[in-house]
């Protein structure tokens, strides 16, 4: 089984979101992705986020027509801090099989800022998403040698969106049609999320 994990705040999850696990489920040939909304995200201190019960319910609405996509409450059961290294022994003792934790091309900057990188590595391959303007051999020079043969790369032409441009725009009462796919808004309307 090979088995690509997205982790993110999901805060809420849109169309970004589902383009970039199906192209790393192409371009890594991944039997499923699994997404996993963190409890608290270490490098977002101080911000507050949606509960994680509503994140979940936005992931599993967003990913309810793909056969690919999952949705893994490990982290917000888990709670406190998120660390990769921490959810990805976790699975690979719940699940055993092949795994990439999928991230974008700043994030993979700043890997050796990561808790235990190194074990992580062990754990799983890193797949990389990779948008212009930056490229393959540009990465790699900000990314230590030592991980180099760890990492895939997924090539995605980029969507312009944006989880806090979204929340304002339902604030503000403006429409999200392009930005979130209708289960999302939908769930995002019952449940009185992000309005004043």
Known sequence: MKV??????????????????????????????????????????GVKTTSGRHRLGMVQALIANEPKMAVCDVEVVRGGFSYAVETLTELTVAQPGDYWFVVGDHAASLIAEWKQPQRLLKLCRLGVVVRPPVDETTLLRRIPNDFHDRIDMIPMIPLDISATDIRDRIHGGLPTGRLLPDPVHAYIKQNHLYHA
Do not use: W
């Open 4 to 45: 690509g994990v997205l982790g993110g705040t999901f805060d809420p999850p849109h169309f970004g979101h589902l383009e970039l696990a199906r192209a790393a489920i192409e371009a890594l040939a991944l039997d499923e992705v699994l997404f996993v909304p963190t409890s608290r995200n270490p490098l977002k201190m």
